[in-house]
């Protein structure tokens, strides 16, 4: 399997609408506070997009082709990925019963892009205080959850592989000895013995290979001698 190249990203919103202008206005303004944005025209081009891109949040007009703004809110309820909603009328009704979740908002057109912008970044501030993800390229951890993702896949690890590998996400790049990984693993405490070393490099070698079958292959790495090492990109150790 051909492997994609991993590098870390800044954090994306999905923005949903059929109206060019709208759409592009929304994403220059986003782009310019340093966001990535993924375009959709559709819910349903939406909804594809959300679950294989998995985005911070997702920005979408109430009226579109095939359906509403609602529906969208109404289908990503059991994502936690927090919808801002752009309608061209303040509609009352719709609006309160949308508002009942915490993470919805709605922004009425015409706006000022500042206001856009800061309802925006208090969902993005509010997501990132209730669940941490780490992120290297689209090898994604969440941490509340426990859950690993690669290109919007699911990676199945054990409890004991999810710990090892959140060691090294959180300092990519950094090769972990053998022993301090254990240390982080199973505490200061833990007594180091050639048996933990060799369960250690075992469930390595699970990593690897469970990553590998999501396209994965070849970050996390050994350095022969010293321990192990989390890269974001492709390449082999010298």
Not at 66 to 73: H, Q, S
Request: charged share 25%; glycine share 6%.
């Amino acid at each position: 399997m051909q492997c994609a190249v991993l590098s870390v990203t800044r954090r994306s919103v999905l923005v949903i609408d059929s109206d060019t202008a709208s759409a592009e206005r929304m994403s220059t303004a986003l782009q310019g506070a340093g966001y990535d944005v993924v375009l959709a025209r559709s819910v349903v081009q939406g909804l594809i997009l959300a679950r294989e891109t998995m985005p911070s949040l997702v920005v979408t007009e109430l009226s579109l082709p095939d359906g509403t703004g609602a529906d969208v809110v109404t289908r990503l309820a059991s994502s936690d990925i927090p919808v801002l909603m752009v309608s061209a009328r303040d509609n009352v009704l719709s609006k309160v019963s949308l508002l009942r979740s915490r993470k919805v908002d709605h922004v009425v057109k015409p706006f000022e892009v500042q206001e856009f912008l800061i309802r925006a970044m208090i969902l993005l501030r509010d997501r990132r205080e209730k669940w941490e993800e780490l992120v290297v390229g689209e090898l994604v951890l969440d941490v509340q959850r426990r859950q690993v993702r690669f290109g919007g896949h699911d990676v199945d690890l054990t409890v004991r592989e999810r710990d090892v590998l959140e060691v090294l996400m959180r300092e990519p790049e950094r090769v972990f000895t053998y022993q301090e990984l254990q240390e982080r693993v199973w505490g200061t405490q833990a007594i180091v013995t050639s048996g933990r070393r060799n369960g250690l490099a075992v469930m390595v070698v699970n990593i690897r290979k469970k990553l590998g079958a999501a396209g994965a292959c070849g970050y996390l790495l050994t350095s022969r001698g010293t321990g192990y090492v989390l890269r974001t990109r492709s390449r082999p150790l010298r």
